[in-house]
Structures are given as structure tokens and as C-alpha cells.
């Protein structure tokens, strides 16, 4: 079983929906988890980072970690089409080490 | 501005021509870390470095190799570079644990190297 699974899409959704995005992972030594956003010919960039499990929400973002089933969920409201991206899933141990995922791309369609 | 900076932007090379990538960072962070990107395959970590002198093998480091003779710079140095080699590569930097903050990486925007 791959460390961190996700699905990479593409998906596509109209502007203003609701968008989740998910991944699953492996590894019980996971203490924090990451979002980053990666838009095309970009390198990706931190969106959101929780430690435990529960929600986090920053604007139109929430984080959503359940440690027991191993299961991160990202969602957006309101979706804009500047919100057209491939977002990393990035669990990391207390050595620092992160995993990415392999990125769901995401198409908002005005 | 904080910022990471990788250099090339886009490199194309014939094969077993040695080349080296920069990368800089400006926020003293002590690590700093090389991946690769390709389709299907997601980020790749090649080689990782913890601080000043100490480098360590990622999960792709063949092929390829780093140093870490100051701070803020972290060269990836390929040697002899073959086809395979081709690739979307994004060094990294982040903030040591001790810190005691989340190990956010800050990337740069990326080589795009083509190995003919």
C-alpha cells in the first residue's frame, strides 16, 4: 500500500460548488498534515496545515483530518475558477520527512 | 521577499553532458530538499539536506548528486545525465524542526530539463 493515495482526476465542477478533495494514507507516524495548491509551470505552495484531527478553516477553505480511519479531506465553497489547480495532499513525520501525494487536478468552470 | 530561486528555468542537454541546478534560498532555512515531478508519478524526493555539510538520499537519488557547503545554497549536480533523467524539477527549503513549527516547504518555480 502506496504511503499516501489520491485521486488524481481530473475533476471538474462549476464555479460556486462546493469542492472536496480527499486522500488516505498509510503511515500511523503522520503527525501533520499539508495542502499545497500547485498551479501549472509553478512550483506548489502551502495552502493549509493542521496537526490533529478536526477541521481547520481559513476563508473559503477547510482542512479535515480523521487520524483513526487515516483519511484528509480538503473543502472549498464558493469555488472561483482561480481555484483551477492540482492540489497535493503532504502528511509529514515528526523527522520532517513529508510525503506528497500525486495531486488532484482541479478545473472550476465559470 | 522570501523566495527560493532555481536556475535554470529550462535546460536542454544531450546525453553525458554534466550540468548543475542551482538553487538559493533567502529565509536561512536549514533544510533544503531536490524532487522531481512527472506525470502519473507526483513529487519525487531525490536528495535532502538537514544542514551545512549533511546530505542525505531521498527516495530517486540515482543518477544524481548534491552539496551543501553553505546555508543557502544546494546545487544538483548530474553528472551524466541520460533520457530518463528527463523531468520537472523543484528544489525546496524549510524551516528545521526545532523550530517547533510544521515543516512548510517553500519551492521554487522549477527546471524543466530535456535530456536528448
Known amino acids: 500500500q502506496k504511503e499516501v493515495e489520491q485521486d488524481p482526476g481530473p475533476l471538474s465542477v462549476p464555479e460556486g460548488a462546493i469542492v472536496s478533495l480527499n486522500c488516505t494514507y498509510s503511515?500511523?507516524?503522520?503527525?501533520?498534515f499539508m495542502w499545497y495548491r500547485q498551479y501549472s509551470r509553478k512550483g506548489p505552495e502551502l495552502l493549509m496545515y493542521?496537526?490533529?484531527?478536526g477541521n481547520k478553516e481559513d476563508g473559503r477553505f477547510t482542512a479535515q483530518v480523521d487520524k483513526s480511519s487515516k483519511y484528509i479531506s480538503l473543502f472549498i465553497r464558493d469555488s472561483q475558477p482561480s481555484d483551477s489547480a492540482t492540489y497535493l495532499c503532504?502528511?509529514?513525520?515528526?523527522?520532517?520527512?513529508?510525503?506528497f501525494g500525486k495531486g488532484t487536478r482541479l478545473h472550476i468552470l465559470p | 521577499e522570501a523566495q527560493v530561486t532555481q536556475n535554470p528555468r529550462y535546460l536542454i542537454t544531450v546525453t553525458g553532458k554534466k550540468l548543475t541546478v542551482t538553487c538559493s534560498q533567502n529565509?536561512?532555512?536549514?533544510?533544503m530538499s531536490w524532487y522531481r515531478q512527472d506525470p502519473g508519478l507526483g513529487l519525487r524526493q531525490i536528495y535532502y539536506?538537514?544542514?551545512?555539510?549533511?546530505?542525505d538520499k531521498g527516495d530517486v537519488p540515482e543518477g544524481y548528486k548534491v552539496s551543501r557547503k553553505e546555508k543557502r545554497n544546494f546545487p544538483l549536480i548530474l553528472e551524466s545525465p541520460s533520457p530518463n533523467q528527463t523531468s520537472l524539477y523543484f528544489c525546496?527549503?524549510?524551516?528545521?524542526?526545532?523550530?517547533?513549527?510544521?515543516?512548510?516547504?517553500?519551492f521554487g518555480q522549477g527546471t524543466r530539463l530535456t535530456v536528448v
Open positions: 525546496a527549503s524549510s524551516w528545521n524542526r526545532e523550530t517547533g513549527r510544521p515543516t512548510e516547504a517553500f
Open positions: 503511515n500511523s507516524a503522520f503527525q501533520y
Open positions: 493542521t496537526y490533529s484531527s
Open positions: 503532504a502528511p509529514g513525520d515528526r523527522d520532517d520527512k513529508i510525503i
Open positions: 529565509m536561512n532555512h536549514e533544510y
Open positions: 539536506s538537514m544542514n551545512v555539510e549533511v546530505t
